[in-house]
């Protein structure tokens, strides 16, 4: 015979199996299993009463605030009960950490095979000790941590020693069995752990890479509409200067319309209210820039430089990020208003004059534009 000490064993001896049986229709603890846990001679009645004084207490507040919050009396007794499990699990523990003190106490120095517990879902860090010997009194045993249900093999002890109560004398191949299930069921459970671990690292890496998909493709649209812009404007540009072409090229947009935000800002300097308007670039104010100040020579003697098609790609830069904008004094001959616009790019002065269209149109064209070298 081995000498087995399994909190398992102890349990179902003295336990009902459902945890409901344990206690009476009107809430008494039922005086069979008190009987029971009275005979294990590791507890004392003190500890037994105090356990249960406990749970019936916790029970009976529970109820009443079920009920203060409007459940039946009916109602709020079985769900507060909830088939007595707090109650067993509470008497468990505290018969396994009882059991397990004395064990220590009756077999300290003795060496032990650490078994399996029989929990579903064993601890996995107990699940390593399997097996394996330890020595009674020397660290971690098992019972000791709360909810821990492992068992131990005593070695070196008479079966037949007076210190040996009866629940603890197994049959040898019944040992073998529980080790043998035990690792079993320890593997497969982290077998199952691993799995859903990597499970979750590759759900994690898809969601990666799908939020760098659309990262690169957002890029990818803002690069497009950028030289997308660039062409066209150019595009403009040299229709601008070319008087024979009668084709009216259309008109280029950009930037996005104006939001709330930059609304308030430009209401701060103008005083207008352009939530909602869009900003576009027209062949009208290309041609009247290039007409105005298109000619290298001229634009030299006043100290300017001439409009050429990079400067036209300059207008999104200017138009949001200004170092100033004014309304102008001036109307355009059609009455609309105009603002002008002013930023410094690389020592030169730009002014950029934009037509403010009507709450309908929601447009602001392009008028003009011209540079200024900024004197030393
Ligand atoms: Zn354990």
């Not at 929601?362 to 900024?374: A, T």
Request: hydrophobic letters at 35%; charged letters at 35%; a positive charge.
């Amino acid at each position: 015979m081995s000498v087995v000490f399994d909190p398992d064993r102890i349990l179902e001896k003295v336990l009902p199996k459902k945890a409901d049986d344990l206690l009476t229709s009107d809430l008494k603890f039922r005086d069979k299993f008190k009987q029971n846990l009275l005979r294990l001679d590791f507890l004392t009645k003190g500890d037994i009463n105090k356990g249960i004084a406990k749970s019936l207490q916790f029970y009976n507040r529970k109820i009443k605030d079920l009920k203060a919050q409007g459940e039946s009396a009916a109602e709020a007794k079985a769900q507060a009960i909830n088939g007595g499990a707090l109650l067993k699990a509470r008497l468990s523990d505290l018969v396994v950490e009882k059991a397990s003190e004395d064990i220590k106490e009756k077999f300290t120095g003795k060496q032990y095979i650490w078994l399996p517990s029989s929990a579903e879902d064993p601890d996995p860090v107990h699940a390593l000790n399997y097996g394996k010997t330890f020595i009674v009194g020397e660290g971690e045993q098992p019972g000791e941590r709360y909810g821990c249900r492992c068992a131990m093999e005593i070695l070196g002890v008479n079966t037949f020693d007076e210190e040996v109560p009866d629940i603890m004398r197994v049959n040898p191949d019944k040992v073998k069995a529980q080790l043998e299930t035990g690792k079993a069921r320890a593997q497969e459970a982290a077998k199952a752990r691993v799995a859903d671990i990597e499970a979750r690292i590759k759900e994690a890496d898809a969601n990666i890479k799908d939020i760098e998909a659309r990262e690169a493709q957002a890029k990818q649209a803002e690069a497009q509409k950028a030289l997308d812009f660039e062409t066209k404007t150019k595009e403009l540009f040299n229709k601008a200067s070319n008087k024979i072409d009668l084709n009216k090229p259309n008109d280029v947009f950009f930037g996005n319309a104006i939001d709330e935000k930059e609304s308030a800002k430009l209401k701060v300097k103008t005083g207008l209210i352009l939530e909602g308007y869009k900003r576009r670039i027209t062949i009208g104010g290309v041609r009247h820039s290039f007409k105005q100040h298109g000619d290298t020579s001229y634009e030299e003697s006043r100290g300017q430089k001439a409009v050429e098609a990079k400067d036209l790609t300059l207008i999104p830069e200017i138009t949001k990020n200004y170092d100033d904008v004014v309304l102008s004094e001036k109307k355009n001959f059609d009455g609309r208003s105009v603002f002008v616009y002013k930023k410094k790019i690389n020592g030169l002065l730009y002014f950029y004059l934009e037509l403010i269209g009507g709450k309908t149109s929601k447009g602001l064209e392009s008028k003009d534009l011209w540079i200024k070298k900024i004197k030393k």
